[in-house]
């Protein structure tokens, strides 16, 4: 299996994104003047309520990021206590290159998974089954201890948590985080692969779960 020996930098190909960072990009005053008026047809200046609910019309496939990290001594510098666990649904997963292989996903910094994922060194991705919409209301389920309340894990290699039953499991190596606005995108290379078993996904949309339709051809 290939790996990546090296961080990636996701914004080499274009100057414009190292100059201006995506948190900071600068704003085209066009945007706002006459060519947006005369030309606009339906759309609309964006405003935060308009945005999330477009955002609720796509549909996306439910995962469970999990990880892992060992805690700093706080009596003893450079030491370490016991690893702490962390595991969140996610829909931003997605691919993002074949050679070399690459995922990404995204967390935000606000996240109470944030301080485990701002430190591990890998994670399994767990791609659900359109039967486990449970485990994606554990997972996304605040004040609770998630691994106790779902149960059907067991610890993988680095001390990873690896879910039952789903889909498929990617184990990845973290190779870059990119701050975007209120998020951190966790750009990672799987290093092992778990089939899991076949089925339908579990799909996101309108702000619950469901599952797809009749497939048609591509």
């Not at 990636?8 to 006459?34: I, K, N, Q, T, W």
């Not at 759309?43 to 990880?67: E, H, I, M, N």
């Not at 301080?115 to 791609?127: D, E, G, K, N, Q």
């Not at 879910?163 to 998020?183: I, K, W």
Request: with cysteine; hydrophobic share 40%; glycine share 8%.
């Amino acid at each position: 299996m290939t790996t990546v020996d090296r961080p990636v930098d996701p914004l080499r190909y274009d100057s414009d994104l190292r100059e201006h960072p995506v948190d900071r990009l600068p704003v085209d005053p066009d945007l706002f003047g006459s060519e947006l008026t005369e030309h606009s047809g339906d759309l609309l200046p964006v405003d935060a309520d308009l945005f999330r609910g477009l955002l609720r019309r796509q549909a996306s496939t439910v995962t469970v990021v999990t990880a892992v990290a060992r805690r700093p001594h706080p009596a003893r510098p450079g030491r370490d206590v016991a690893p702490i666990r962390a595991g969140f649904t996610a829909t931003s997963f997605t691919s993002v290159s074949l050679d070399p292989p690459l995922v990404s996903f995204c967390l935000g910094v606000a996240s109470s998974s944030w301080p485990v994922l701002a430190r591990a060194r890998h994670v399994a991705v767990h791609l659900l089954a359109a039967d486990q919409t449970e485990v994606a209301r554990i997972f996304a389920s605040s004040g609770i201890d998630r691994f106790a309340a779902h149960g059907a894990w067991t610890t993988g290699p680095f001390g990873v948590p690896l879910l039952d039953g789903v889909l498929a499991r990617l184990l990845c190596r973290v190779v870059q985080r990119v701050p975007a606005g209120d998020h951190t995108l966790v750009i990672a290379a799987p290093v092992a692969l778990g089939p899991g078993v076949d089925g339908d996904p579990l799909v996101h949309h309108r702000g619950g779960y469901t599952t797809p339709g009749p497939q048609v051809p591509a």
